[in-house]
């Protein structure tokens, strides 16, 4: 039982590529949701899904967009990086509409 | 929305005793609260939540006390241990609207 996973665990970026955070769960959650954290601050909700299909802004969503098309898989896609997104990036699921199992990030670094 | 805060950044105990680290949180309205453990390169997890009509809850080795009146909150660790030595952060929010704290660093000294 894997859980969570995130890929990839590490990237660096140039302002301006884009590219996409892959979440995938095994436990069969409905909810899922990504957060990013940044130093001396708590977590942040970047965007959440309750379910298949559908997706909802959280905290901080500008400069992010994210998709569910699989109940199992959460994507995060950055369209044009900025220094700014330099962050680490946690992906959670949850049965309850409460974070729960999350995955080990993936840090991210934009240039 | 909630806003929580820890009030102590680091929290250095002697292997044996217990622990207690705390959070303050500003939304009274708030229905669920979560701690939660973080170690070095790895993501939260998960260690014991606690709805706003309780007062305490208890785990393994773990409690939760729940104080409304000043919205505070606590953590308590029984024999704390060289592997407690994490970060630890509350949340506090409603479902799929939690706000999270930065984190007490609990040091476990032998």
């Known amino acids: 039982n894997a859980g969570v996973t995130q890929t990839p665990k590490f990237r660096v970026l140039k302002t301006g590529q884009s590219m996409t955070l892959l979440c995938a769960q095994d436990?069969?959650?409905?909810?899922m949701y990504w957060y990013r954290q940044d130093p001396g601050m708590g977590l942040r909700l970047i965007h959440y899904?309750?379910?298949?299909?559908?997706?909802a802004k959280g905290e901080v969503p500008d400069g992010y967009n994210v998709s569910r098309l699989k109940k199992q898989n959460f994507l995060l896609g950055l369209e044009s990086a900025a220094p700014s997104q330099t962050s680490v990036y946690f992906c959670?699921?949850?049965?309850?509409?409460?974070?729960?199992?999350f995955g080990d990030g993936t840090r991210l670094s934009i240039l | 929305g909630e806003s929580v805060g820890l009030h102590l950044p680091t929290l250095s105990v002697q292997e044996g005793d217990n622990s207690i680290i705390n959070c303050a949180y500003s939304?009274?309205?708030?229905?669920?609260f979560i701690w939660y453990k973080q170690e070095s390169g790895k993501g939260p997890q998960f260690i014991i939540d606690?709805?706003?009509?309780?007062d305490k809850r208890q785990g393994q080795r773990v409690t939760v006390l729940l104080n409304k009146t000043v919205k505070h909150l606590s953590l308590q660790i029984a024999a704390t241990q060289p592997g407690d030595s994490a970060v630890y952060f509350c949340?506090?929010?409603?479902?799929?609207?939690?706000?999270f704290g930065a984190g007490t660093r609990l040091t476990v000294k032998p």
């Open positions: 949340a506090g929010g409603d479902n799929n609207d939690m706000r």
């Open positions: 899904s309750v379910g298949e299909g559908t997706t």
């Open positions: 939304n009274s309205a708030s229905d669920y």
């Open positions: 959670a699921s949850s049965y309850s509409g409460l974070p729960q199992h």
């Open positions: 436990m069969n959650h409905e909810y």
């Open positions: 606690i709805r706003s009509n309780m």
